[in-house]
């Protein structure tokens, strides 16, 4: 089955200046390897066709990286160059030319979520959803916001951090109806998580695909730290 993902790729890893500040935060070294590396052998053995690397922040360190790697990952790509900062929704709409499928996935280049996308889009599909949003269930949520779901799991709310949650957090995953989103009269700059998914969420039907799989965050140095020894040890029990 033909599908396409955008992986938002342009982001300074603010929080990580002082372990990662030559380089985007895509590119941080994961025991030796980038961290892109390991989004692209996932998204490999998910057979995508085509892979949209939306790039900004020292966005030919990227390009050379994709480039000069190229033989290792099964899919054609393209890369989507932002001129100035456009927030992840407008990295989004800027990428989207370079997809011709009806739904497409995005990832952010800072998160790993091991999720099955087969079963992603066949989600995505059967309820004829506008958005499917990768959920994890969390017990300490501090970090993250809350994602509340219905017993159909269509997503109803958005909550805000806060120190004592737990629940469903946004794994940072999502699977997009192409036509309904381009529906939509964004501005050239804007938020995805808080003009679309808060925004529209009464107005567009969002569900809920909730995976217990492996998940981090590399945004902070403790996390970033754990990701040195989980993520390889992950792909050498089940991406080898």
Do not use: W
């Amino acid at each position: 089955m033909h599908r396409d993902c955008i992986i938002l790729a342009g982001g300074m890893g603010t929080r990580l200046q002082g372990v990662v500040s030559d380089r985007p935060k895509c590119l941080a070294d994961i025991n030796g390897k980038p961290f892109l590396y390991y989004l692209a052998k996932q998204l490999s053995a998910y057979h995508f066709c085509k892979v949209i690397f939306s790039i900004g922040y020292k966005g030919n360190m990227v390009k050379e990286y994709v480039m000069s790697h190229r033989d290792e990952f099964k899919f054609a790509f393209d890369f989507a160059e932002e001129s100035e900062p456009l927030g992840t929704g407008g990295a989004i709409l800027n990428a989207l030319p370079y997809s011709d499928t009806e739904d497409f996935f995005v990832v952010n280049g800072d998160t790993f979520f091991d999720v099955n996308f087969d079963t992603m889009l066949q989600i995505q599909q059967n309820k004829m959803a506008d958005c499917t949003i990768a959920l994890k269930p969390m017990s300490n949520t501090d970090r993250y916001g809350l994602v509340h779901i219905n017993k159909e799991e269509q997503i109803c709310s958005f909550e805000e951090k806060k120190t004592d949650g737990n629940g469903l957090i946004n794994g940072g995953i999502y699977c997009i109806y192409k036509n309904s989103f381009l529906n939509i009269p964004f501005p050239q700059k804007f938020s995805f998580e808080k003009e679309y998914l808060e925004k529209m969420i009464t107005e567009r039907d969002m569900y809920a695909y909730i995976s217990n799989s492996y998940f981090i965050d590399i945004g902070i140095p403790t996390d970033f730290e754990r990701a040195q020894t989980e993520i390889p040890a992950l792909f050498n029990q089940t991406h080898s």
